[in-house]
């Protein structure tokens, strides 16, 4: 950086006056002032006149220090610049796990070479980077425009995302980190005969003065849930860490929080109650709209992860029967097996001839039946399709099924008006 700077020395004080100018072709002097003064004392073990004299810079700014990467109108100002597609996933917890498994589970590793890194990359999808961010960040930047795709709890995108017009939910049903966000009241006190939101906004308690006092760390959904239960002498306070102890401790009354198996607010002598309920959660696949309308690319790699993501989550828990079974033609095959079980496979059973060749010439006595089953109905499967002359019946595990085309790309592209 050039600096152009005009000296005056005071000998009787030891100062120098520095007047400054910035050249303003320099990349980085839109992170400095373009002018400001300085004040230097000299310092030194050496004496000159025998005085020491010492150095120390005192810098006046006249105008404030721009801002690098500022935001317009709440999105990026680099969007348009920035060619490479940026996805991004949770950085720590069992969301982190679960998403990086599922990838996993789709062949779409993501290869991370140190651990210490914030970003990433999955080598089967081309000019895509993957950054870690804690879980509110994936979709602050998501709005701001610093990321085009994410992946994080349905939970923090209807709080962080506050019903915004650009937040397009892909897939909303991954299959990991389900829960809900519930208001949990003591079982105890004033509060023990209360068993829904209706009674407990009727307690007498509860006034402009004294408040039914309720930490939470959704405070955007908990106002529109106040709202929406006519819950007016209400309060809410946040705070970080385990909310079930606040009211034992007297700082709250009641908590409204992320419940999975109900098992720590029994165990803070807390429950749910009717009507207390504020939304169902669980991992879900989100894109900024104006990222896939906009950036060349981003709608192709959604496509390719929505497939892979159908496909595996259609099999999952899923098995493929095969068995053989006489019969005169696989027509016939096919209505013994559809009037005479419950199991006819996705869209019905897939029949092939077995040719053997005793005599030496090929002949069908046999015919082959292949059907979808789902693992809980897996054993009453095998036990009828035996039952009506199947023998030799295999059993294997699905990783995919794929659709001619998925559900939720037909929804995405009408929502994009595409």
């Known amino acids: 950086m ?30 400095f002032p373009r002018s400001g003064t300085a004040r230097l004392q000299l310092s030194s073990n050496q004496k000159e006149g025998g005085t020491p004299y010492k150095l120390r810079c005192q810098v006046t700014v006249p105008t404030a220090v721009p801002q690098p990467h500022a935001p317009s109108g709440g999105r990026s100002n680099q969007f348009a610049d920035r060619k490479v597609i940026r996805l991004a996933l949770p950085s720590k917890g069992r969301m982190a796990e679960g998403t990086i498994n599922l990838l996993k589970e789709c062949q779409l590793s993501v290869h991370k070479p140190n651990p210490r890194q914030y970003t990433a990359d999955i080598p089967e999808l081309d000019n895509l980077e993957v950054w870690f961010q804690r879980e509110s960040d994936v979709v602050r930047k998501l709005l701001s425009g610093d990321v085009d795709l994410g992946i994080v709890g349905y939970d923090i995108v209807a709080e962080y995302g506050q019903d915004d017009g650009d937040l397009i939910i892909i897939h909303d049903a991954l299959g990991f980190g389900e829960c809900h966000l519930s208001l949990g009241i003591p079982t105890y006190g004033i509060f023990e ?203 294997s595990p699905l990783t995919y099924i794929f659709e001619e085309e998925p559900r939720r790309w037909r929804e995405l592209l009408q929502n994009l008006e595409l």
Not at 4 to 29: R, V
Not at 287 to 302: F, M, P, Q, T
Not at 377 to 394: F, N, T
């Open 193 to 395: 005969n209360v068993s829904s939101v209706a009674e407990l906004a009727a307690m007498p308690q509860w006034t402009a003065d004294h408040p039914l006092r309720i930490v939470t760390g959704f405070t955007y959904l908990g106002n529109r849930f106040l709202k929406n239960k006519g819950l007016k002498h209400a309060q809410l306070s946040t705070a970080d860490g385990a909310l079930e102890a606040a009211p034992a401790m007297g700082t709250a009354d009641a908590i409204l929080d992320l419940v999975s198996s109900g098992t720590t607010l029994k165990e803070n002598n807390l429950k749910e109650i009717d009507g207390g309920r504020l939304i169902s959660s669980q991992a879900v696949f989100v894109a900024s709209k104006r990222a896939l309308l906009e950036r060349k690319g981003v709608l192709d790699i959604a496509h390719e992860m929505l497939e892979r993501l159908e496909a595996h989550l259609r099999a999952r828990n899923q098995f493929l029967v095969t068995g053989n079974m006489r019969g005169d033609s696989p027509a016939e095959i096919a209505e013994r097996i559809l009037t005479k079980t419950h199991f006819p496979g996705l869209q019905g059973p897939t029949i092939s001839p077995v040719y053997t060749s005793k005599t030496g010439i090929a002949k069908v006595d046999y015919y082959a039946v292949a059907l979808c089953i789902r693992k809980n109905d897996l054993y009453d499967a095998v036990r009828e399709l035996r039952a009506i002359g199947g023998s030799g019946v295999l059993v």
């Open 2 to 31: 050039q600096l152009l700077a005009s000296l005056t020395k005071c000998s009787t004080l030891g100062l120098i006056q520095i007047s400054t100018e910035l050249n303003i072709n320099n990349p980085l002097a839109s992170l």
